[in-house]
């Protein structure tokens, strides 16, 4: 079965990290390009950082220089370091297959910043 | 960042009536413009690409059209696995950005 399932979310404190993980299953992940997606309820749905196949990642302004994209092939997993967090980064965060049209998505992990 | 504005912001509708949400863009994003479903507690789905092209095991009721600025996004038939939350997002430019979403409910 083609899925994605993400794990390591939780509750931390402001300037804590957190590594989230999204092991893929029918598909490899080196091959393709994935992306991160977090959603609020105050500000809905947002782009956080993407992966191409080759290497090149992008990051949102919010979260650049503080969360970084990678992926580890032997794993087929897909991961978000995420640095320096604050109050504002509490969301869902989903990994997704693609960039521009994301057609596979995971269930999604939540993320709580907060003393 | 290119703003996308959805409309309305939620609707109630019975089923059987056809349903019509538009995503209006701040800027000329050309055909590069997806429509998502989320269920309620689910991750969005992909519903329609490139504007109306219908993503692979999506149901023939839904369609989308539109280029530039203004686009629309139909349910021919509401059904009942069809309530949730539907957004739109585009992809001309980065950021790739997501519209408000639009709470679609029976009525």
């Known amino acids: 079965e083609v899925q994605l399932v993400e794990s390591g979310g939780g509750l931390i404190q402001p300037g804590g990290s957190l590594r989230l993980s999204c092991a893929a299953s029918g598909f490899t992940v080196s091959s393709s390009y994935m992306t991160w997606v977090r959603q609020t309820p105050g500000k809905g749905l947002e782009w956080v950082s993407f992966i191409y196949s080759g290497g090149n990642t992008n990051y949102a302004d919010s979260v650049k220089g503080r969360f970084t994209i990678s992926r580890d092939n032997s794993q087929n997993t897909l991961f978000l370091q995420m640095n320096s967090l604050r109050v504002e980064d509490t969301a869902v965060y989903y990994c997704?297959?693609?960039?521009?049209?994301?057609?596979?998505w995971g269930q999604g992990t939540l993320v709580t910043v907060s003393s | 960042d290119i703003q996308l504005t959805q409309s309305p912001s939620s609707l109630s509708a019975s089923l059987g009536d056809r349903v019509t949400i538009t995503c209006q863009a701040g800027q000329d994003v050309n055909i590069y413009l997806n429509w998502y479903q989320q269920r309620p507690g689910k991750a969005p789905k992909l519903l329609i690409y490139d504007a109306s092209d219908l993503a692979t095991g999506v149901p023939s009721r839904f369609s989308g059209s539109g280029s530039g600025t203004d686009f629309t996004f139909t349910i021919n038939s509401l059904q009942p696995e069809d309530i949730g939350t539907y957004y739109c997002q585009q992809y001309d430019s980065l950021p790739p950005t997501f519209g408000g979403g639009t709470k679609v409910e029976v009525k």
């Open positions: 997704a297959r693609g960039v521009n049209t994301l057609d596979l």
